[in-house]
């Protein structure tokens, strides 16, 4: 079974801009779970879909937002980008959710310049 | 708010030494409690996952344990390898529906050969 994936793997922007990231969850998995790491906050939970709804939410301002599709996958949206948001993006899926095994993807390394 | 401790942020031992990595959460009400490596510059991969009504789970050499009265769960990783180089993470989970999943800083592994 193909594991998580997540494109592209690695991005530069200019403050300002916006940038859209996407995760291919494992076939069959219905939940996807996205992630913010950074080396002074560490790992941080920024919202999780479930069968197209958005069903948890972390504390990040509403420039990041998300969706996800009928076939599972997610993006994830950051408008107006700010040099604090260079960090890795992880994406998670797992069959049912937050309280299940989570299966990482590589990530996405997002550098603002 | 839960919060999530993992002490030390770093750890360096020789090889085949058997080590105990700890994580404390303070509160207590946890739905499960998971143990995650992560290699630099990578996702995560999950180890194990521990039900609240558990009190350990094995995988090989490894070894979590879960005192919910205590707010505390370590992972024995018994004869130590190079390979187990890396940084490991508990993150817990809470009861709600809405519940999401807290991580710690980690803890960075050093295996000397």
């Known amino acids: 079974k193909a594991g998580v994936t997540q494109t592209p793997r690695y991005l530069i922007k200019t403050r300002g801009q916006q940038v859209t990231l996407s995760c291919s969850p494992i076939?069959?998995?219905?939940?996807v779970s996205w992630y913010q790491q950074t080396p002074g906050q560490g790992l941080q939970f920024l919202f999780e879909y479930f069968s197209e709804t958005q069903r948890n939410k972390g504390n990040f301002p509403g420039r990041f937002s998300g969706r996800q599709f009928s076939n599972s996958r997610s993006e994830m949206n950051v408008s107006t980008l700010e040099l604090g948001d260079s960090a890795l993006y992880l994406c998670?899926?797992?069959?049912?959710?937050?309280?299940?095994?989570?299966?990482f993807g590589p990530g996405t390394r997002l550098t603002v310049l | 708010k839960q919060e999530v401790t993992q002490i030390p942020a770093a750890l360096s031992v020789p090889e085949g030494e058997n080590l105990v990595l700890n994580c404390s959460f303070t509160d207590s009400a946890i739905y499960n409690l998971q143990w995650f490596r992560q290699d630099p510059g990578k996702g995560l991969t999950s180890l194990l996952l521990?039900?609240?009504?558990?009190r350990e789970q094995t995988s090989g050499r490894l070894n979590a344990s879960l005192d919910k009265s205590s707010g505390r769960s370590t992972l024995y990783i018994a004869a130590s390898q190079p390979g187990d180089s890396a940084t490991y993470l508990c993150?817990?989970?809470?009861?709600?529906?809405?519940?999401?999943?807290?991580f710690g800083s980690g803890t960075r592994l050093s295996i000397r050969p």
């Open positions: 521990i039900q609240s009504s558990q």
């Open positions: 076939s069959g998995h219905r939940s």
């Open positions: 993150a817990v989970t809470g009861y709600s529906s809405a519940s999401k999943i807290i």
């Open positions: 998670a899926s797992s069959p049912t959710g937050v309280k299940d095994t989570q299966y």
